[in-house]
């Protein structure tokens, strides 16, 4: 089992800057990858970034130059740093962990925070 657990939400005015943390604990070995989603209200959930074990990262077209995912393994902690918000970047974020089990790829979640981008 893995256990992840979010921080950094809040309240932002738009052009601001907020960064989410999601600590990662219990059965970590195995991670293959870590990211970020987030819903809006009224929206499908969407991925955001992900980070694999490899290093290889993806972005949402939307995230693209202003969102930065990263990691610090002595923490094991993922990070997004999220700069030039929007108020369309307002969302509930989730961060999940990939973890492999043999060929099974097993998908944790975090149980969300939120980020209001508001004036």
């Known amino acids: 089992q893995v256990r992840l657990v979010e921080s950094g939400g809040g309240l932002v005015q738009p052009g601001g800057s907020l960064r989410l943390s999601c600590a990662a604990s219990?059965?970590?070995?195995?991670?293959?990858?870590m990211g970020w989603y987030r819903q809006a209200p009224g929206k499908q959930r969407e991925l955001v970034a992900q980070?694999?074990?490899?290093?290889?990262?993806t972005y949402a077209d939307s995230a693209k130059g202003r969102f930065t995912i990263s990691r610090d393994n002595a923490k094991n902690t993922v990070y997004l740093q999220m700069n030039s918000l929007k108020p369309e970047d307002t969302a509930d974020f989730y961060c999940?962990?990939?973890?492999?089990?043999?060929?099974?790829?097993?998908?944790?979640w975090g149980p969300g925070t939120q980020v209001t981008v508001s004036s």
């Open positions: 999940y962990a990939d973890r492999a089990s043999g060929n099974i790829i097993n998908r944790y």
């Open positions: 219990g059965s970590i070995f195995n991670l293959h990858a």
């Open positions: 980070l694999t074990s490899g290093g290889l990262t």
